[in-house]
């Protein structure tokens, strides 16, 4: 099957328009994601989504006054996204795919967010022209923010909360020096985190940060017994704010941001 038969089938089945919202682990991935967002968005500035989904940032952002262009590659999720963005005259819905924005010139766009196309990107071919693309289309001086998965992490929320083996987690996703192995089957690539941050090397960008947005909550609320009040999860969302940035914090989170600035012109030049 192709990338995008595979990943048709998955979002098919659920409700994509929920998963930020339904449980405490999405809640935090949005409320950390939204924190970086706000914090590299200014007045006025141009914002391309790609990997939009149902459009819950986008339409967020819409709703604050930024100009959006929402791009997502499924049907499905294309739909309820433009239903979604009904009456926001800032926002385009559009369907593309992240490994091909020749609509869009060079520099076009103040903040770009890549928030759902490096999860299904298999081929490092593939990984590198979504990557270029999304440089591309951004403005010298502005921002991306490139949501990833961790392959470490992947291995307990996916294997070890299930019973499933140690062994056959670890075999499956690592090869032999325990590198990140990428491939279809897996449906969500992980990354080790410095094999994600190395992918930007020799590229005009300059690397913000890396961060972690939803700690240990996606196993942590799978066990029967998690409950979180919301003065709990108001706690732990500032206390998780403060601390993603620390390296020794990343490897748990199963989502994290690669944040970096384009290069301006002038560095370019060098």
């Known amino acids: 099957m192709e990338r995008t038969e595979i990943i048709n089938a998955f979002y098919s089945a659920v409700n994509e328009d929920e998963r930020l919202c339904r449980n405490r682990q999405g809640q935090l991935e949005y409320r950390v ?25 986008s339409v967020a952002l819409a709703k604050e006054g930024a100009e959006v262009t929402a791009v997502e590659l499924l049907e499905v999720n294309l739909a309820k996204l433009k239903e979604n963005a009904n009456g926001l005259p800032d926002l385009r819905a559009l369907r593309g795919d992240a490994l091909d924005l020749s609509r869009f010139s060079d520099g076009t766009f103040d903040l770009t967010l890549v928030f759902g196309p ?18 591309r289309v951004t403005k010298p001086g502005g921002t991306m923010l490139f949501a990833f998965l961790s392959a470490h992490a992947i291995i307990c929320t996916n294997y070890l909360y299930r019973g499933y083996s140690a062994v056959y987690g670890i075999t499956e996703n690592f090869d032999k020096d325990y590198n990140a ?53 108001e706690a732990f969302a500032d206390y998780q704010i403060h601390i993603c ?25 060098r």
């Open 33 to 57: 994601t939204t924190h970086f967002i706000h914090k590299y968005l200014k007045p006025g500035d141009s914002v391309l989504e790609l990997g939009a989904g149902t459009g819950r940032y």
């Open 181 to 233: 192995k990428h491939f279809k089957e897996q449906l969500f690539t992980g990354y080790d985190i410095r094999e994600f941050e190395d992918m930007f090397t020799g590229r005009p960008v300059e690397h913000i940060t890396t961060a972690a947005v939803d700690n240990v909550l996606e196993i942590a609320q799978k066990s029967g017994d998690f409950m979180m009040t919301d003065e709990d999860f």
């Open 118 to 135: 490096m999860y299904h990107l298999y081929g490092e071919a593939e990984r590198y022209r979504a990557i270029d693309e999304a440089i």
């Open 245 to 269: 940035e620390k390296r020794e914090m990343l490897g748990n989170s199963s989502h994290l941001l690669y944040i970096c600035r384009k290069n301006d012109k002038k560095e370019n030049n």
